[in-house]
């Protein structure tokens, strides 16, 4: 039988357009990132926790935030590393072979911070293999995200490219919720000297389970179509990253892009892990509702995301962006006075609007977005520089930032407002100034491949 040129298939011939295979492809992209958030932000959350008080003890404890929130930071100096890498890999070699590597490392790399010995009991050692462990689970993210989301958008149909793109997104808010879940209910089941001294260590022990769950799905999947049509016409980039920085259009982007994404990080980094710190350590508040509100958040982000993504598709992505960058500034201004009312219920609410109501119209239609800056010669490398290289101010440091400048203000929100203020029209400006004739809408070398 004379199979259709027009339809993509494996080496078995496959339909890689059938619903079951795209199904296969958006589910483990899906669980792949799951993973690789949920491995990520369980140090976000330990290090307003456990870390600071465990590994770097001080006479002050905002020093020991500080130093806590500095090594998360670390991990997004070293994403760029992992994106530079694991892109340049991926736009050679494939995106399915590259995602598998990412895997294997942040889920060794976070089960071995569960066995780290505290300062108490190794002394410096503990926060320097600590350190080490976090730039690798830096490194393994750098190369993850950019990846999953390309398998997403270069498999999907004609006209839903955002909406395919958001669905490795929604891992974001299931990896949240899984992080902050444990934490939350071992806090509760446990008493709080069992907890510290040993119950958050089950947290990071249970990525084994999760990473072994995430390959066996991720190795039942094709490459994309997008890079098997690149291959077979030897189209293929002998130095991605050189290519995209000599091209005027796709530098214009890569700066742009980054800019753009100045306030998403802001907005994500504060609600999901400044907040904690600061309703517990500033305001005084238990520490086991705010974390239930950050997953009651994520739960609103889940639902949520894909119906940014369709939105995407619909208005473009860069609108649906644009308008989440000024959302992002007015969930600023309602949620940070919510908290400082020291209401439990207020500051629930808070939470749930900023983070879990608000942040998905930058988050759902970002993968797509971001894709459509570069060709797919170089576009793993390209969506994987402006998103980790980003992630250095736009996220690593916001903690940092704020908890700065919430000292410099005597306890004061307004400087954190401004912060805010400012990063979203820088956001909202370089989002704008994104030109349509230069953006990469549909994949070059399309689908056209042949068995």
């Given at each position: 039988m004379t199979q259709n040129p027009a339809v993509d298939r494996d080496d078995q011939g496959t339909d890689l357009h059938d619903p079951k295979e795209l199904r296969k492809v958006l589910s483990s992209t899906l669980v792949g990132t799951t993973v690789e958030w949920y491995d990520f932000f369980l140090y976000g959350v330990a290090a307003g926790i456990i870390f600071n008080k465990q590994f770097f003890p001080s006479e002050d404890p905002v020093v020991g935030t500080l130093l806590s929130?500095?090594?998360?930071?670390?991990?997004?100096?070293?994403?760029?590393?992992?994106?530079?890498?694991?892109?340049?890999?991926?736009?050679?070699?494939?995106?399915?072979?590259?995602?598998?590597?990412?895997?294997?490392?942040?889920?060794?790399?976070?089960?071995?911070?569960?066995?780290?010995?505290?300062?108490?009991?190794?002394?410096?050692?503990?926060?320097?293999?600590?350190?080490?462990?976090?730039?690798?689970?830096?490194?393994?993210?750098?190369?993850?995200?950019?990846?999953?989301?390309?398998?997403?958008?270069?498999?999907?149909?004609?006209?839903?490219?955002?909406?395919?793109?958001?669905?490795?997104?929604?891992?974001?808010?299931?990896?949240?919720?899984?992080?902050?879940?444990?934490?939350?209910?071992?806090?509760?089941?446990?008493?709080?000297?069992?907890?510290?001294?040993?119950?958050?260590?089950?947290?990071?022990?249970?990525?084994?389970?999760?990473?072994?769950?995430?390959?066996?799905?991720?190795?039942?999947?094709?490459?994309?179509?997008?890079?098997?049509?690149?291959?077979?016409?030897?189209?293929?980039?002998?130095?991605?990253?050189?290519?995209?920085?000599?091209?005027?259009?796709?530098?214009?982007?890569?700066?742009?892009?980054?800019?753009?994404r100045w306030v998403e990080g802001v907005a994500f980094n504060t609600w999901a892990v400044f907040s904690i710190a600061y309703a517990s350590d500033t305001l005084g508040m238990e520490r086991t509702p705010i974390l239930l509100g950050v997953m009651a958040a994520a739960v609103f982000l889940l639902v949520l995301i894909p119906v940014a993504g369709a939105l995407g598709d619909r208005y473009t992505p860069r609108l649906v962006y644009a308008a989440g960058c000024v959302f992002a500034v007015v969930a600023a201004l309602i949620a940070f006075p919510m908290l400082g009312t020291e209401s439990q219920v207020l500051a629930i609410i808070g939470i749930v609007l900023a983070l879990g109501v608000l942040y998905p119209f930058m988050y759902g239609p970002e993968a797509a977005f971001f894709a459509g800056l570069f060709p797919v010669s170089n576009r793993y490398t390209g969506i994987s520089t402006v998103y980790q290289f980003s992630g250095i101010f736009a996220s690593g440091l916001t903690p940092l930032v704020l908890t700065w400048l919430l000292d410099q203000a005597g306890g004061g929100l307004q400087y954190i407002l401004g912060y805010f203020v400012l990063t979203g029209a820088v956001s909202l400006a370089c989002t704008l100034a994104i030109r349509k004739r230069d953006q990469f809408e549909e994949d070059e070398v399309r689908t056209e491949v042949r068995v």
């Amino acid at each position: 039988m004379t199979q259709n040129p027009a339809v993509d298939r494996d080496d078995q011939g496959t339909d890689l357009h059938d619903p079951k295979e795209l199904r296969k492809v958006l589910s483990s992209t899906l669980v792949g990132t799951t993973v690789e958030w949920y491995d990520f932000f369980l140090y976000g959350v330990a290090a307003g926790i456990i870390f600071n008080k465990q590994f770097f003890p001080s006479e002050d404890p905002v020093v020991g935030t500080l130093l806590s929130f500095l090594t998360f930071a670390l991990g997004f100096v070293a994403r760029p590393i992992g994106g530079l890498i694991f892109g340049h890999v991926g736009d050679r070699i494939g995106r399915k072979k590259t995602l598998v590597m990412t895997m294997i490392i942040m889920g060794v790399a976070t089960f071995l911070m569960g066995c780290l010995p505290t300062y108490d009991q190794i002394g410096t050692l503990a926060p320097i293999l600590l350190v080490v462990l976090r730039l690798l689970q830096g490194i393994a993210i750098g190369g993850e995200w950019g990846g999953a989301v390309l398998m997403s958008v270069e498999y999907a149909p004609a006209g839903k490219r955002s909406l395919f793109g958001s669905v490795p997104q929604m891992g974001l808010a299931v990896g949240l919720t899984l992080g902050t879940g444990v934490f939350a209910l071992l806090g509760a089941v446990m008493s709080d000297a069992a907890f510290n001294s040993w119950g958050w260590r089950i947290t990071f022990w249970l990525s084994i389970v999760l990473v072994v769950v995430g390959l066996v799905i991720r190795l039942r999947v094709f490459e994309t179509p997008a890079f098997r049509a690149l291959t077979q016409a030897e189209e293929r980039s002998s130095l991605p990253a050189k290519e995209m920085v000599s091209d005027p259009v796709t530098r214009r982007n890569l700066l742009l892009g980054m800019g753009a994404r100045w306030v998403e990080g802001v907005a994500f980094n504060t609600w999901a892990v400044f907040s904690i710190a600061y309703a517990s350590d500033t305001l005084g508040m238990e520490r086991t509702p705010i974390l239930l509100g950050v997953m009651a958040a994520a739960v609103f982000l889940l639902v949520l995301i894909p119906v940014a993504g369709a939105l995407g598709d619909r208005y473009t992505p860069r609108l649906v962006y644009a308008a989440g960058c000024v959302f992002a500034v007015v969930a600023a201004l309602i949620a940070f006075p919510m908290l400082g009312t020291e209401s439990q219920v207020l500051a629930i609410i808070g939470i749930v609007l900023a983070l879990g109501v608000l942040y998905p119209f930058m988050y759902g239609p970002e993968a797509a977005f971001f894709a459509g800056l570069f060709p797919v010669s170089n576009r793993y490398t390209g969506i994987s520089t402006v998103y980790q290289f980003s992630g250095i101010f736009a996220s690593g440091l916001t903690p940092l930032v704020l908890t700065w400048l919430l000292d410099q203000a005597g306890g004061g929100l307004q400087y954190i407002l401004g912060y805010f203020v400012l990063t979203g029209a820088v956001s909202l400006a370089c989002t704008l100034a994104i030109r349509k004739r230069d953006q990469f809408e549909e994949d070059e070398v399309r689908t056209e491949v042949r068995v």
